[in-house]
């Protein structure tokens, strides 16, 4: 059981580059989220899923977008990198909260992206 | 806006030591507290609290919920050197599953 897999985990761009992050994961998890992580500022959701075929905007989505085309996995995109970009980015998953409001998500290892 | 604020940022303390991180949060649709320990990766799970004044427990870490203050607070008896690590609050709201986090804390325990 490997629970929630991150690749690549390190990455260097040049601005204007792209590239695809790919998280998965074994848990048959209903929902996956990806987060960014920078120095004093904790995790900040840039988009999540809530199923197979769909995806939302979190707090953070501007120059990223993302698909989840099979239930385990949840790929991130930047089509553009800036360095704004630079950062750890983490995949989580979870299965629905529901009435008794288990939020706990379950964190991949994080790819660290430097954008030159 | 929906905000989680954790104090202190940042603490150094010595190995025997007890400390006290502190959460508070404002959220909409607020249905739980959690805490992940952060080491060099993956944030680990620690508690999640969805009761008032019933305190959670592991070990040496405890925390508890306060719904009507709206914080938390996770303490460590008996400090080690293997607590240090980042220790993040959350608070899960709405029916998505999402959570927000608060800054971290940063705690370092000296031998």
């Known amino acids: 059981n490997a629970g929630v897999t991150q690749t690549p985990k390190f990455r260097v761009l040049k601005t204007g580059q792209s590239m695809t992050l790919l998280c998965a994961q074994d848990?048959?998890?209903?929902?996956m989220y990806w987060y960014r992580q920078d120095p004093g500022m904790g995790l900040r959701l840039i988009h999540y899923s809530v199923g197979e075929g769909t995806t939302a905007k979190g707090e953070v989505p501007d120059g990223y977008n993302v698909s989840r085309l099979k239930k385990q996995n949840f790929l991130l995109g930047l089509e553009s990198a800036a360095p704004s970009q630079t950062s750890v980015y983490f995949c989580?998953?979870?299965?629905?909260?529901?009435?008794?409001?288990?939020?706990?998500?379950?964190f991949g290892p994080g790819t660290r992206l430097t954008v030159t | 806006e929906d905000k989680v604020v954790q104090s202190p940022l940042s603490l150094v303390v010595h190995e025997g030591d007890t400390v006290t991180l502190n959460c508070s949060y404002e959220?909409?649709?607020?249905?739980?507290l959690l805490w992940y320990k952060q080491e060099k990766k993956a944030p680990t799970f620690l508690f999640m609290l969805t009761s008032s004044g019933i305190e959670k427990k592991s070990g040496r870490l405890s925390s508890i919920l306060d719904k009507k203050e709206l914080f938390s607070i996770l303490n460590i008896t008996a400090t080690q050197t293997g607590d240090s690590a980042i220790y993040l609050c959350?608070?899960?709201?709405?029916?998505?599953?999402?959570?927000?986090f608060g800054q971290g804390t940063t705690l370092q325990v000296k031998p």
């Open positions: 959350a608070a899960g709201y709405g029916n998505t599953g999402k959570l927000i």
């Open positions: 959220v909409t649709n607020f249905r739980s």
């Open positions: 848990m048959n998890h209903e929902y």
């Open positions: 989580a998953s979870s299965s629905p909260p529901g009435l008794a409001g288990l939020y706990e998500q379950y």
